[in-house]
């Protein structure tokens, strides 16, 4: 060590602390050991005398002064296996351009808890890594929630290969964080509440990436509610703040993003996002008239869509939008074309108030030839990625928002039980058909 000048200490440094944090074999070991380190120190920096010993020393000083750290991502530990064949299954039946299928006890023990969510993101953040998703890729955009933010943690805590990558929120802020609002007791032994919104899942994945010595990693935050009181309020932050624009396109001279991820989830779930965020507790956080107006237009859309006798809404990380009926549930609910628009209709009042993508970003993603993933699961998420993944399947005049789905077996099973209900009856293909251009227009 006492060969070592300062500059070739710190540069030593560095490089065994990058060295460290990002090249292990999928068992986690280190994929080369000290005298393997000490050859590549030599080779790098051109340090003649690094040998075995240099290396022990360099990583008992990066200890000591914290450059590594050493704790456990416990949430790491949710896990699933792989169905290939099903997986393969969705894609053929769908048209996708990817899909993960997990097989886990946790759709019993935890059909729609955090769980659950938690093994779905870690599948998709290992499939970035296996496949390099990033590599090539220059503008990622991220949702919010907390299957996202599980999501960015993976990536935050083992960094993929990227480069010249930039990252972008697609939602303002719900999560406001305050003491007074815990987490469910009941759940609250499975994690640690995060805050939910998507500038800290670009935060998260940016961070990681730096920190990994990735090149050019930029990462932009809206820093924003999601709700304004008004349209006009919408295009200015959006047009200030945001990636997007709200009209579909994108701000800063910016391509649509390559690869878009986001979760989704259904009014009537447990925790609901949206709901939690316009409970009356939690407008002490939001000024008077924007509590008021962005609820009374909330409550205006599930009451219409209840007397309309439609399915449940559903948030796009933040955006509402109408669900369709499974093909067993056609008896239940409304599938009256004109009940569709009318509530499309509404749902754009209160859309064109929140700042965020709506489903013509998307589109725009995937007919520009990039990735639209969905990372959603469990019984209560069923109906809306039966209603987003239709487009593929139904001809016409019909974009498709998602090409990409990562959720559990049970999901895929009744997906595709769906299909092959759909696929004997004719006379109901038509008729969603009719009111996915509807919604589409």
């Known amino acids: 060590m006492s060969r070592l000048g300062p500059d070739q200490r710190l540069e030593a440094l560095r490089f065994l602390a990058k060295y460290i944090s990002t090249r292990r074999a999928r068992n986690g070991k280190r994929e080369s050991g000290l005298e393997r380190l000490a050859e590549d120190l030599r080779n790098e920096l051109q340090l003649d005398s690094a040998d075995k010993s240099t290396v022990s020393r360099l990583e008992t000083e990066l200890w000591k002064c914290g450059a590594l750290v050493e704790w456990a991502d416990y949430n790491s530990l949710w896990r699933g296996e792989r169905s290939k064949g099903d997986e393969d299954e969705l894609i053929s039946d ?134 304004t009181s008004s349209k006009e309020e919408a295009l200015q932050v959006a047009k200030l703040r945001c990636a997007f624009d709200m009209a579909g396109g994108w701000n800063w001279d910016m391509l649509p993003p390559q690869r878009v991820v986001f979760g989704a989830a259904s009014i009537d779930a447990a925790e609901h996002r949206v709901t939690k965020f316009l409970e009356p507790t939690v407008h002490r956080s939001l000024t008077p008239d924007l509590a008021d107006v962005v609820q009374e237009k909330f409550v205006q859309c599930l009451n219409l869509a209840e007397s309309l006798k439609l399915p449940p809404l559903a948030d796009l990380s933040v955006p509402l939008f109408p669900t369709v009926p499974l093909p067993s549930e056609t008896n239940k609910y409304s599938m009256e074309t004109a009940s ?19 489903s013509i970003h998307l589109r725009s993603v995937v007919s520009s030839g990039g990735i639209s993933q969905i990372v959603a699961g469990g ?63």
């Not at 569709?340 to 709506?358: C, D, F, H, P, Q």
């Not at 998420?381 to 090409?403: D, E, F, M, S, Y």
Request: contains cysteine.
């Open 379 to 441: 019984k209560s998420k069923h109906r809306l990625i039966w209603t987003l993944l239709l487009p593929g399947i139904v001809k016409g005049q019909l974009l498709p928002a998602v090409n990409s789905l990562c959720t559990d077996f049970e999901t895929a099973v009744a997906l595709r039980q769906a299909l092959k209900s759909l696929r004997k009856d004719p006379a109901l293909l038509k008729q969603y058909e009719s009111i996915l251009l509807a919604l589409q227009n």
């Open 94 to 227: 769908f048209h996708l351009r990817e899909s993960i299928v997990v097989r886990t006890e946790l759709n019993h023990k935890d059909p729609n808890g955090t769980k659950l969510h938690y093994a779905l993101a870690n599948e998709a953040a290992d499939e970035v890594r296996t496949q390099e998703q990033y590599r090539g890729l220059r503008h990622l955009a991220v949702g919010t929630g907390r299957t996202m933010i599980r999501y960015a943690e993976s990536i935050m805590n083992r960094p993929p290969n990227a480069s010249t990558l930039t990252i972008s929120p697609i939602a303002g802020r719900l999560w406001v964080g305050d003491i007074w609002k815990l987490q469910d007791d009941n759940d609250a032994d499975s994690h640690l509440e995060s805050p939910l919104d998507a500038d800290f899942s670009a935060l998260f994945i940016a961070r990681g990436l730096h920190q990994a010595g990735r090149e050019r990693i930029r990462f932009s935050q809206i820093s924003h509610l999601a709700y």
């Open 340 to 358: 569709y628009r009318e509530i499309g209709e509404k749902l754009k009042e209160l859309n064109s108030m929140t700042v965020a993508i709506n």
